[in-house]
């Protein structure tokens, strides 16, 4: 039970104060006139003020309520490695017991997880939140054990005690590190990406001869293993294999002794993209879709197009010097021999054999094909004819024969049940509502796909694989009346798209594929194929432990699934004869790029309310109280502020001059004054 005076005026405090000037005025007069009561005046100006300045005499109940110590247990996952999990504990119940015995006292214990996705030790985050919910008047200290290599450390928090680091870990503790410095997202394929890598030790690292192993792998292939300098930025020299998703694994092998391994691996997943799309487009004669491949091929600027048109065949006799009919000489021996490999696609458009191109060069783009080329071939009536390009060394990789018949009637290109599966055919643009064509070339013994049909359901459009190479047949020459817009036309240009890109082995247009796509630490798992079914899936983890996973048909040909990774590093897919690799959380964990223990992070935040920092290993520091404003850490000893604070249960005043009593006083010294005042 406390009490105190306190005043409530009954008017405001201005206006007290000058009834007082003007009563002190009064009585001065009446001192200097020689006024006898003048005294007795006085002491009534004196209780009339009193009363007006309402004097209560108030006692407060209180309870006292206990200080609150934080402290705060750092369970990220550089809390893991070495013996740093048990140190923590064991020094964290050993100071709550000590500070639980001290009187008026009690501890408010806070566990400090890893941050969300990559975000690190959010200590200071976690902190904040904490005091939110704690009355300021009422914390005496802050206690932090960590390794303190806290992300957050900048955030600004108002302290309103002073904050100690108990430092993790020991002063011999050392480990190596393999960080990517740079690394572009996309390469393109064929040509030399520079990475940028290094790799240093970091802590108590023992003598080395200053080199380390490093294993470079990629897609999960055969590691090859180099001797790189320690402590330098090593710039890498790396060519794409393919296009797509490249996953390139860098591995630092452990050393005895080192803090942990998880910083030893980098994954770096590059997307490779072909620079541009070199086309060879020969046409046989000029003719409408002629223009209208050239128009197609044109419009896109990925694409550099060599446009190869024979504008008089060798039998015609019109008199037209040779001179006249073009500036210079085709050059089709460089362009056949010398130069095939720089292309990309070959496109022959309703060509026939008149005997410009040799037999010897038809049969280099046969072997063009066989070596890993690409060739399109769009028949007209030629194809089923006697100089038909079947009839020549072409022939022996081309996916099907001509029967030498010519179907001249109208019919709706329709996709087979097999093209409703292959992702060239698959969902095109329009679904099925197109304009007609009005020919087609019967061909007979298709080997490959059949993914279009024509009249009769007769084979349209055959794509085949031949050795390393594609070959791609579409049996008309009426595909350019859907750029025309013949009877509301029909996605030429996405067919086209798609059969070039197939052709080029993009993987997105593989009609067998295994891909995955990250998203954290879940991988969404697409499976492509032309079966009906497919196995369940095999996962490998970084650990080598394996799940199968079973996949849905998702829409046709398409197989999806779901996977929660349990852990960062590299996964291994596979699924009947399709294999794929991926990797699941951050090239370099943030929780793993800095392991060693040190308060140099913490500092900045220590120093405002004169904390200070303390290894465990060195014994648990004493507790003393300080005075708010004193150094609150010394050598061996830290301190906490006792806060003093209460809780006022109850409140009771009670009035010194209450309206008697004042009017009482005050008529009695007024008339006493009165009354010495008459006798002089």
Same mark, same amino acid.
């Given at each position: 039970?406390?009490?105190?005076?306190?005043?409530?005026?009954?008017?405001?405090?201005?206006?007290?104060?000058?009834?007082?000037? /003007?009563?002190? /005025?009064?009585?001065?007069?009446?001192?200097? =006139?020689?006024?006898?009561?003048?005294?007795l005046r006085a002491l009534a100006a004196m209780v009339i003020l009193g009363a007006l300045t309402g004097p209560s005499y108030q006692q407060e109940d209180r309870a006292p309520l206990t200080?609150?110590?934080?402290?705060?247990?750092?369970?990220?996952?550089s809390q893991a490695l070495s013996d740093r999990p048990e140190q923590t504990?064991?020094?964290?119940?050993?100071?709550? +017991?000590?500070?639980?015995? =001290?009187?008026?006292?009690?501890?408010?214990?806070?566990?400090v997880p890893d941050g969300e996705g990559d975000a690190g030790?959010?200590?200071?985050?976690?902190?904040?939140?904490? *005091?939110?919910?704690?009355? %300021?008047?009422?914390?005496?200290?802050?206690?932090?054990?960590?390794?303190?290599?806290?992300?957050?450390?900048?955030?600004?928090?108002?302290?309103?005690?002073?904050?100690?680091?108990?430092?993790?870990?020991?002063?011999?503790?050392?480990?190596?590190?393999?960080?990517? %410095?740079?690394a572009p997202a996309f390469a393109i394929i064929g040509e030399p990406v520079t990475l940028t890598l290094r790799i240093e030790d970091m802590g108590a690292a023992p003598e080395s001869t200053g080199l380390a192993p490093l294993e470079i792998?990629?897609?999960?292939?055969?590691?090859?293993?180099?001797?790189?300098?320690?402590?330098?930025?090593?710039?890498?020299?790396?060519? &794409?294999?393919?296009?797509?998703?490249?996953?390139?694994?860098?591995?630092?092998?452990?050393?005895?002794?080192?803090?942990?391994?998880?910083?030893n691996t980098a994954l770096i997943q590059m997307n490779g993209v072909r620079d541009r799309l070199r086309v060879l487009l020969v046409s046989g004669e000029p003719h409408p879709g002629g223009r209208t491949w050239r128009n197609l091929l044109k419009s896109d600027s990925s694409v550099d197009l060599v446009h190869f048109t024979i504008l008089r065949p060798p039998e015609k006799q019109d008199g037209v010097p040779v001179s006249e009919l073009s500036l210079i000489a085709f050059p089709t021996r460089e362009l056949f021999l010398e130069k095939i490999d720089d292309f990309d696609l070959i496109i022959f458009? %309703?060509?026939?054999? =008149?005997?410009?191109?040799?037999?010897?060069?038809?049969?280099?783009?046969?072997?063009?094909? =066989?070596?890993?080329?690409a060739v399109l071939v769009a028949a007209g009536a030629d194809f089923a004819g006697a100089d038909s390009i079947y009839r020549s060394p072409l022939g022996t990789v081309l996916p099907a024969s001509p029967t030498a018949r010519v179907l001249d009637e109208p019919y709706l290109p329709a996709i087979t049940d097999l093209g409703k599966r292959h992702p060239v055919t698959t969902e095109l643009p329009g679904n099925g509502d197109w304009g007609r064509w009005l020919r087609q070339i019967d061909i007979a013994q298709a080997r490959g796909n059949v993914v279009m049909s024509g009249v009769n359901e007769r084979p349209l459009l055959i794509l085949d694989r031949v050795d390393q190479g594609r070959v791609a047949l579409l049996a008309s020459d009426h595909a350019w009346l859907w750029n025309?817009?013949?009877?509301?036309?029909?996605?030429?240009?996405? &067919?086209?798209?798609?059969?070039?890109?197939?052709?080029?082995?993009?993987?997105?247009?593989?009609?067998?594929?295994?891909?995955?796509?990250?998203?954290?630490?879940?991988?969404? /798992?697409? %499976?492509?194929?032309?079966?009906?079914?497919?196995?369940? *899936?095999? /996962?490998?983890?970084?650990?080598?432990?394996?799940?199968?996973l079973s996949l849905t048909e998702t829409s046709p040909g398409v197989f999806e699934g779901i996977f929660e990774g349990p852990e960062i590093g590299?996964?291994?897919?596979?699924?009947?004869?399709?294999?794929?690799?991926?990797?699941?959380?951050?090239? +370099?964990?943030?929780?793993?790029?800095?392991?060693?223990?040190?308060?140099?992070?913490?500092?900045?935040?220590?120093?405002?309310?004169?904390?200070?920092?303390?290894?465990?290993?060195?014994?648990?520091?004493?507790?003393?109280?300080?005075?708010?404003?004193?150094?609150? +850490?010394?050598?061996?000893?830290?301190?906490l502020t006792p806060r003093d604070a209460f809780e006022t249960r109850d409140v009771r005043q009670t009035g010194l001059l209450p309206g008697w009593l004042v009017l009482l006083l005050s008529a009695a010294l007024i008339t006493a004054a009165w009354l010495r005042e008459g006798r002089r």
């Open positions: 039970m406390t009490g105190s005076i306190i005043f409530d005026p009954l008017i405001p405090w201005s206006l007290v104060a000058a009834v007082a000037v /003007i009563a002190t /005025i009064g009585v001065i007069l009446a001192a200097v =006139r020689g006024l006898n009561g003048w005294a200080d609150i110590v934080m402290l705060l247990e750092d369970e990220s996952a504990k064991s020094a964290a119940d050993r100071l709550a +017991a000590q500070i639980a015995a =001290r009187p008026n006292t009690e501890v408010r214990r806070i566990m030790t959010q200590l200071m985050t976690k902190l904040s939140s904490a *005091l939110a919910e704690e009355p %300021r008047a009422r914390i005496a200290g802050i206690l932090a054990f960590s390794d303190g290599q806290v992300h957050d450390a900048d955030l600004p928090v108002d302290l309103p005690a002073p904050m100690h680091l108990l430092l993790t870990g020991k002063s011999t503790d050392w480990d190596r590190r393999l960080s990517i %410095r740079n792998s990629v897609d999960g292939d055969t590691p090859q293993r180099f001797e790189v300098p320690l402590g330098q930025d090593i710039e890498l020299p790396v060519t &794409l294999p393919h296009g797509g998703r490249n996953v390139i694994q860098f591995t630092v092998p452990v050393a005895a002794g080192e803090l942990t391994d998880r910083n458009d %309703r060509y026939k054999r =008149r005997g410009i191109l040799p037999a010897l060069y038809l049969d280099n783009v046969a072997n063009y094909i =066989r070596q890993g080329g025309r817009g013949y009877e509301g036309g029909g996605p030429q240009l996405e &067919l086209l798209r798609r059969l070039a890109h197939w052709m080029m082995k993009e993987p997105e247009l593989e009609e067998e594929s295994l891909t995955a796509e990250a998203t954290g630490q879940t991988m969404r /798992i697409k %499976r492509r194929t032309l079966e009906d079914t497919v196995p369940p *899936l095999t /996962i490998t983890d970084p650990s080598g432990n394996e799940t199968e590299l996964y291994r897919l596979a699924n009947g004869d399709q294999n794929a690799v991926i990797g699941l959380g951050p090239a +370099a964990p943030r929780e793993f790029e800095e392991t060693i223990a040190t308060g140099d992070v913490m500092a900045p935040v220590l120093e405002d309310l004169r904390g200070g920092v303390v290894r465990i290993e060195e014994g648990l520091p004493r507790l003393r109280n300080i005075r708010v404003g004193r150094p609150a +850490a010394g050598r061996g000893w830290i301190g």
